[in-house]
């Protein structure tokens, strides 16, 4: 049964089916609403996307999105969905049944059946062909409580292949209308509606920053004072009202550099360049100054307010043009400055700065880069203010890619970094153009450089001088701060090895184990290869561990990128080499805390997919004793055996009790 109700409430013309389709009559609105809509208010819902011309054939693949702006639950009962000509006329509509959208999140509607097996999986219900067909051009769509308007848009014209959605910075303040301006062509791919690689959309997802059409263009390093801007004078317009009013001014803290690329693999010193903000708190970007280290800037200028909200991240870009910087998302603003790859005589430290008025609001700094690589704030370290070069600062994940495959996530969400303090690599830039080569040192590199298996001998990973002696302060679970416990030799063992995985070699596949024999704290301990390669785990908290925990160490935490490891204790940046090499004749696992070596684990071959395991009668020695060096040319250690398996299917027991070997 069709639990959608179609309205019929066809004029006096419209005598037939067959007469009312070709006079342009269409089901109407209820004159008065059912009761049960009454309490939901104009704005707390709003259209946020829609598919009206999917590549290919449109049924089955046209969609409509809404996000629930408020705090609670809103339950969408006899609420009418509707489409139209953008006059109102041929008006379509269908009552929509119990259905709830949770708070703050987003509901596609779509054109399918409703049967959860054959929907796409984006789609939370199916209204059918109640609608009819969503029109390509001259449109209007969204819902109403009877005849009053609770959300709706209009459109003139879609681009095949591609949902229209409302620019994310509008998403959240968007009362019954917004015009086009505010709207732009979805740029993510949708892989779940053929043909593939022909539709873009982001359904159920948060949007995009549009490129908007208020005049951001730089300034050319025009003094602020020099620009007649209503920030300056602290009055703006808003877009929504079209009101003027007080600036909503962003102070020291509400807007923070979250991530910099200044060394793309396409574009560099040029369109490829970007960096990202976050904003801590909702205020205006009128009259912001964006700057580098040196003499470059742009201002931000408008008749408009530039609105933008807590929770945004908001990318900034030396170009707009997809096919030059990378395939970035639309850019909230262009800027007109260099991004230099690293330090130079003239500049120890590269900078992103943001001013309002000459005062600076925040700053980050580096002194080298990786190309395509970029360089990320941790989401863990939002609110503290510190330059790229701390502990709060890591490169891109090797699983994080966006456009044409550079590393970062350009206006989306940043991930936790290790808890290490990591830098973006070497600088590789080729450029003779960009700033000198120098790379200062004392910071561990992001591990990706990966030779082949046979002649890698880890990488060269300079790390930074940590006081790792006992007594060192950290804050235990429950916020108390105490003198760390370090671990002593035998408290700590690294009891399997995957060298070789099927999935993310010499990359994120590569995992170690450690079993722990002693409570202790792992703050201050180094993870490290047999060469100079190594990651220090650094934290504010005490990292404690208690016996018999065994502990995963992956070069990636993601479970579809490292082969579908169980929860990881932490990442490391270094790589483990397959086999032997005319350099290192052994292959080794080391862990030191305070220079001083606790336990390795050495091998000299790997076997593909599967990991190395110490014997069980080689764990649990006594803590503080001496443990002896094992591996696959030892008699210690031996290849997991068939049929053990985790994962995606290679042999191996990460986090769990080792095998009794053949």
Not at 559 to 577: D, K
Request: hydrophobic share 35%.
């Amino acid at each position: 049964m069709n639990i959608a109700k179609e309205f019929h409430a066809f004029s006096h013309l419209c005598l037939s089916s067959a007469l009312a389709l070709a006079l342009g009559c269409a089901p109407d609105l209820p004159d008065h609403p059912d009761a049960e809509c009454k309490n939901v208010a104009a704005g707390e819902l709003v259209v946020t996307e829609f598919m009206a011309d999917p590549a290919g054939s449109d049924t089955g693949k046209q969609y409509i999105e809404v996000y629930n702006t408020t705090d609670h639950v809103i339950d969408l009962t006899g609420l009418s969905l509707f489409q139209s000509l953008s006059d109102g006329s041929r008006l379509n509509a269908t009552v929509l049944p119990r259905v709830q959208i949770p708070a703050h999140a987003f509901f596609v509607l779509g054109d399918t059946g409703n049967d959860v097996n054959t929907r796409p999986g984006y789609v939370n219900y199916g209204y059918g062909s109640a609608l009819g067909a969503l029109r390509h051009e001259n449109g209007r769509l969204g819902l109403r409580c009877g005849t009053s308007v609770i959300t709706e848009t209009t459109y003139a014209q879609v681009t095949a292949g591609h949902a229209r959605e409302l620019d994310r910075a509008m998403v959240l303040n968007a009362a019954v209308s917004l015009g086009e301006s505010y709207w732009c062509d979805g740029t993510e791919p949708l892989s779940s509606l053929e043909p593939e690689g022909e539709n873009f959309g982001s359904p159920g997802a948060a949007n995009s920053a549009c490129a908007r059409a208020d005049p951001l263009s730089d300034s050319g390093g025009t003094s602020a004072a020099n620009i007649d801007s209503g920030a300056i004078s602290g009055q703006c317009i808003d877009a929504l009202t079209g009101a003027t009013r007080d600036a909503m001014r962003p102070q020291l803290g509400d807007l923070q550099v979250s991530e910099i690329m200044p060394a793309p693999s396409i574009g560099n010193n040029g369109p490829g360049e970007w960096f990202e903000v976050v904003a801590n708190n909702d205020v205006d970007l009128n009259g912001l100054e964006l700057a580098n280290e040196g003499t470059g800037n742009t201002f931000l200028i408008s008749d408009t307010c530039l609105s933008v909200h807590s929770g945004d991240w908001l990318l900034f870009a030396r170009g707009t043009d997809p096919t030059k910087n990378g395939r970035l998302p639309s850019p909230t603003a262009a800027f007109d400055f260099n991004l230099a790859d690293s330090s130079s005589s003239t500049y120890a430290e590269r900078a992103v700065i943001l001013r309002l008025d000459g005062t600076e609001l925040d700053r980050a700094t580096w002194t080298k880069s990786t190309k395509g690589v970029s360089l990320q704030r941790s989401i863990s370290g939002l609110g503290l203010a510190q330059g790229v070069n701390s502990s709060n600062w890591c490169a891109a994940p090797v699983d994080k890619t966006f456009g044409t495959g550079d590393r970062g996530t350009p206006g989306a969400a940043n991930t936790s970094c290790p808890s290490v303090v990591v830098d973006a690599g070497l600088n590789n830039s080729s450029d003779p153009s960009d700033a000198s080569l120098n790379n200062a040192t004392g910071v561990v590199d992001a591990g990706n450089d990966n030779p082949s298996a046979a002649s890698d001998a880890g990488l060269d990973n300079a790390r930074d001088v940590f006081d790792a002696s006992p007594g060192n302060r950290c804050r235990d679970a429950s916020g108390v701060l105490r003198d760390a416990v370090p671990p002593k030799v035998g408290d700590l063992e690294v009891t399997e090895v995957m060298a070789a995985p099927s999935l993310g070699n010499n990359g994120p596949g590569e995992w170690f184990e450690v079993l722990v024999n002693a409570d202790v704290d792992l703050n201050g301990l180094e993870l490290a290869n047999e060469g100079t390669g190594s990651t220090l785990l650094i934290s504010d908290s005490c990292l404690r561990v208690t016996v018999d925990d065994r502990l995963v160490f992956a070069r990636s935490a993601e479970p579809a990128t490292n082969g579908g490891l169980p929860t990881v204790m932490s990442t490391f940046g270094f790589t483990l080499a397959d086999s032997s090499s005319t350099t290192y004749a052994e292959r080794s696992v080391v862990l030191r805390y305070g220079g001083a070596e606790l336990d390795r684990m050495n091998w000299t071959k790997s076997t593909k997919g599967a990991s190395w395991q110490l014997f069980l009668s080689a764990l649990k020695a006594d803590a503080g004793s001496t443990i002896a060096a094992a591996g696959s040319n030892f008699t210690q250690a031996c290849v997991t055996p068939s049929g053990v398996t985790f994962g995606s299917g290679d042999r191996g027991t990460p986090g769990a009790e080792n095998v009794v070997c053949p």
